[in-house]
């Protein structure tokens, strides 16, 4: 397991062990989380993309929250479907959880309309601050130990000289 990987696991178990114990940030833990976790490890992005990708989730739960706050009807999700998936093709975002995250205000049916986008902002925060400094850990570290297999464990030279 790469130091990212383990970073992401103790980062949705915090969230979520967060979301049960304080009912106010109960909308922090959402499943897609766990899929913007995987996104965002799975190929080098820019930071400009991850960035991008993080705005379009925001605007994508804020579509979602507006259009649940007039309506819960299926017309309200059709058109939450439409300039969600408008936006994504526009700005090309290519991450399809972003769409999902739309759909958050329909299942939790939160009591304001700012909840929802305030929880994924300050989810999609700390993921990115928690993936960031687990980037940095493994750029300084390294991903596996540096040693060398010649017969016996031997210390690697770099390694000797640090």
Not at 4 to 23: D, Q, R
Not at 83 to 104: D, G, Q, T
Request: proline share 6%; charged share 10%; hydrophobic share 50%.
């Amino acid at each position: 397991m790469t130091i990212k990987s383990g970073a992401i696991c103790v980062y949705i178990v915090l969230v979520y062990w967060i979301s049960l114990h304080f009912p106010i940030m109960h909308t922090l833990f959402f499943p897609t989380l766990g899929a913007f976790s995987l996104l965002f490890i799975s190929k080098p992005f820019k930071k400009e993309e991850v960035g991008s990708i993080a705005i379009g989730a925001v605007t994508a739960s804020l579509i979602g929250s507006i259009c649940m706050y007039f309506s819960t009807g299926v017309l309200s999700i059709l058109l939450n479907t439409v300039a969600v998936i408008w936006l994504i093709r526009k700005f090309r975002w290519n991450a399809p959880p972003i769409l999902a995250v739309s759909f958050i205000p329909f299942f939790t049916q939160p009591a304001t309309v700012w909840i929802t986008p305030l929880s994924v902002t300050v989810s999609l925060i700390g993921l990115l601050l928690f993936l960031y400094a687990a980037d940095r850990l493994e750029r300084k570290f390294g991903a596996t130990p540096r040693f060398v297999r010649s017969g016996t464990d031997q210390e690697s030279p770099e390694r000797a000289a640090m």
